[in-house]
């Protein structure tokens, strides 16, 4: 069963920052949270991930609670092309990741 | 090549017929992962392959289900006299996992076979 909640359904405006919330309040020391997304009829691809520090790469930036219980992914300039289901997955170093029905957000011009 | 490749990208077949599909991981890539995505929905986990521990098979969903991964690289997930609610989009996935290993698992997807099952 996934460990993670998400909001099924988000808007963004065009050039504006996406920010997406998932719930892991049940993450262990040694869990990872990652997101991935995935475009229409395209396999998901990998976003970014992280442990305890805030993250940051050329797709968007991971912030992770002190708590380490929920996490926000931020796209910080939505194109249409951002328009995709995004997953927020917990998994340790072994474990086999369980996807959930993750979000979609829908980037409008 | 440089990425997950899957075969066949598409594969119609008839209920009660056996399928066959193929995933040719990344090279070096040390685990392997099946997922099921039905139409308008998640992924569902199928199996994993790690190296050469014994796989994880609890997500596959019947006795009809069987994957296997020769040599540690290409892997093969058959499907016995398929049904149509077997009807789906098959997701490979492959990482570099060290076993034992702390770091993170990060996974590359193939672009998946969709399979219809009339």
């Known amino acids: 069963d996934a460990k993670t909640t998400q909001p099924p359904s988000m808007d963004c405006a065009e050039g504006r920052a996406a920010n997406l919330p998932c719930n892991h309040s049940?993450?262990?020391?040694?869990?990872?949270v990652y997101w991935y997304r995935q475009i229409h009829s395209q396999g998901p691809q990998y976003i970014i991930h992280g442990l305890k520090n805030n993250e940051t790469n050329e797709m968007a930036s991971l912030i992770i609670t002190e708590d380490r219980k929920s996490s926000t992914l931020i796209l910080p300039h939505a194109t249409l092309r951002d328009t995709a289901v995004y997953y927020c997955i917990v998994g340790g170093a072994t474990n086999k990741l369980i996807f959930g029905t993750g979000t979609l957000l829908a980037v409008q011009p | 090549g440089a990425g997950v490749s899957q075969s066949p990208s598409n594969k119609v077949t008839e209920k009660g017929k056996d399928v066959e599909l193929r995933c040719d991981p990344i090279s070096g890539h040390t685990a392997l992962y099946w997922y099921r995505q039905s139409l308008g929905q998640g992924l569902e986990f199928l199996i994993y392959f790690q190296g050469n521990s014994a796989p994880d098979k609890s997500g596959l969903p019947s006795d009809r289900f069987s994957a296997e991964r020769t040599g540690g690289s290409v892997s093969t997930l058959t499907i016995q006299r398929t049904q149509q609610e077997d009807s789906a989009v098959y997701l490979c996935a492959s990482s570099f996992r060290v076993a034992g290993g702390s770091g993170a698992n990060v996974l590359t997807f193939g672009a998946g076979s969709r399979l219809t099952v009339l």
């Open positions: 049940t993450i262990s020391g040694n869990e990872y």
